[in-house]
């Protein structure tokens, strides 16, 4: 969960008003600043996005939370969250959580009930299901904070899963917008798709876009190379496993056929830290002829 968290707040704070506008569907909103998301209690916590804005000539504040599962304990905690916010800051707030993964959410009631001797306390918040909005209306929508998620949202009718993730990968890669901030969505997009898409799927596409150079010149090098599950599936698949991914690399990139010399001095190599090496040398170079000055240091 951490990750995908992680990635959900820098995008709500980078892009807070395209969120603000999708969970209150509401466009007269003047976002004044980010607050600090920390909330003094007994035992500290933290909300995952807390915004103040005017809305309509009046301040208030949006809270913003991000779920991968289903948590009994949801109703309670937003009541939690609000009641301290509203508290903290003396605001009105507006409230949403947003669930992640497919078929996660589906038994949250969106309100915490309390009824004692006729006193009742209701607390209401927004619950919106990724799985159950309509991604094409978000890519229709042009450049947006919300792209790196649409692989999560619904897909048309018309597609089949593998054919929607190609859909939102082509639609994200091709936006009219600075090259760093369409290499951000698509990184960010490809760990979020970890939720629902195997990941040697998301690398095998990546590969065939042409997009792994780009992503890989991020700072997540190394944690996104992880999530993708490529170093994970080499220790779990051993020295066979990591030849095969290598190979595939070079194939994809390069077009290397088996029967280049090449492939038979890779399926001699033993080492599986020198497999490792060359596998992160295969996604980072540009050429065949920079890996073969790799496989020769």
Same mark, same amino acid.
């Given at each position: 969960?951490?990750?995908?968290?992680?990635?959900?707040?820098?995008?709500?704070?980078?892009?807070?008003?395209?969120?603000?506008?999708?969970?209150?569907?509401?466009?007269?909103?003047?976002?004044?600043?980010?607050?600090?998301?920390?909330?003094?209690?007994?035992?500290?916590?933290?909300?995952?996005?807390?915004?103040?804005?005017?809305?309509?000539?009046?301040?208030?504040?949006?809270?913003?939370?991000?779920?991968?599962?289903?948590?009994?304990?949801?109703?309670? =905690?937003?009541? +939690?969250?609000? !009641?301290?916010? &509203?508290?903290?800051?003396?605001?009105?707030?507006?409230?949403? *959580? /947003?669930? $992640?993964?497919?078929?996660?959410?589906? =038994?949250?009631? +969106?309100?915490? !009930?309390?009824? &004692?001797?006729?006193?009742?306390?209701?607390?209401?918040?927004? *619950? /919106?299901? $990724?799985?159950?909005?309509?991604?094409?209306?978000?890519?229709?929508?042009?450049?947006?904070?919300?792209?790196?998620?649409?692989?999560?949202?619904?897909?048309?009718?018309?597609?089949?899963?593998?054919?929607?993730?190609?859909?939102?990968?082509?639609?994200?890669?091709?936006?009219?917008?600075?090259?760093?901030?369409?290499?951000?969505?698509?990184?960010?997009?490809?760990?979020?798709?970890?939720?629902?898409?195997?990941?040697?799927?998301?690398?095998?596409?990546?590969?065939?876009?042409?997009?792994?150079?780009?992503?890989?010149?991020?700072?997540?090098?190394?944690?996104?190379?992880?999530?993708?599950?490529?170093?994970?599936?080499?220790?779990?698949?051993?020295?066979?496993?990591?030849?095969?991914?290598?190979?595939?690399?070079?194939?994809?990139?390069?077009?290397?056929?088996?029967?280049?010399?090449?492939?038979?001095?890779?399926?001699?190599?033993?080492?599986?830290?020198?497999?490792?090496?060359?596998?992160?040398?295969?996604?980072?170079?540009?050429?065949?002829?920079?890996?073969?000055?790799?496989?020769?240091?």
């Amino acid at each position: 969960m951490a990750e995908y968290d992680t990635i959900s707040k820098h995008l709500i704070q980078t892009y807070p008003k395209d969120f603000i506008r999708f969970t209150l569907g509401q466009d007269n909103v003047e976002v004044l600043n980010i607050l600090d998301t920390e909330q003094n209690t007994v035992e500290t916590r933290h909300t995952d996005s807390l915004i103040r804005v005017h809305i309509a000539g009046k301040e208030a504040l949006i809270h913003h939370e991000f779920q991968t599962t289903d948590d009994p304990s949801m109703p309670i =905690r937003m009541a +939690g969250y609000i !009641i301290r916010a &509203i508290e903290q800051h003396n605001l009105p707030v507006y409230s949403s *959580v /947003i669930y $992640l993964r497919r078929g996660a959410g589906r =038994r949250d009631p +969106g309100h915490f !009930i309390q009824e &004692i001797s006729g006193r009742p306390v209701v607390i209401e918040y927004t *619950v /919106i299901r $990724l799985s159950e909005i309509e991604g094409q209306d978000i890519l229709n929508g042009g450049p947006s904070g919300l792209f790196p998620f649409t692989t999560l949202m619904k897909r048309p009718d018309r597609m089949d899963s593998d054919e929607w993730f190609c859909h939102c990968v082509d639609a994200t890669n091709g936006l009219p917008v600075d090259e760093s901030i369409k290499v951000d969505f698509l990184g960010r997009m490809m760990i979020l798709s970890g939720l629902v898409y195997d990941p040697a799927f998301i690398n095998r596409i990546l590969l065939q876009e042409g997009l792994m150079d780009a992503i890989m010149r991020e700072s997540s090098f190394a944690q996104y190379i992880k999530q993708l599950g490529i170093e994970q599936g080499i220790e779990q698949g051993g020295r066979q496993r990591a030849i095969e991914d290598l190979l595939d690399v070079l194939e994809i990139r390069f077009d290397l056929s088996e029967t280049h010399p090449l492939s038979t001095r890779i399926a001699a190599i033993d080492d599986l830290r020198r497999l490792k090496q060359l596998l992160r040398a295969a996604i980072q170079v540009s050429n065949l002829e920079a890996f073969e000055q790799a496989l020769d240091a």
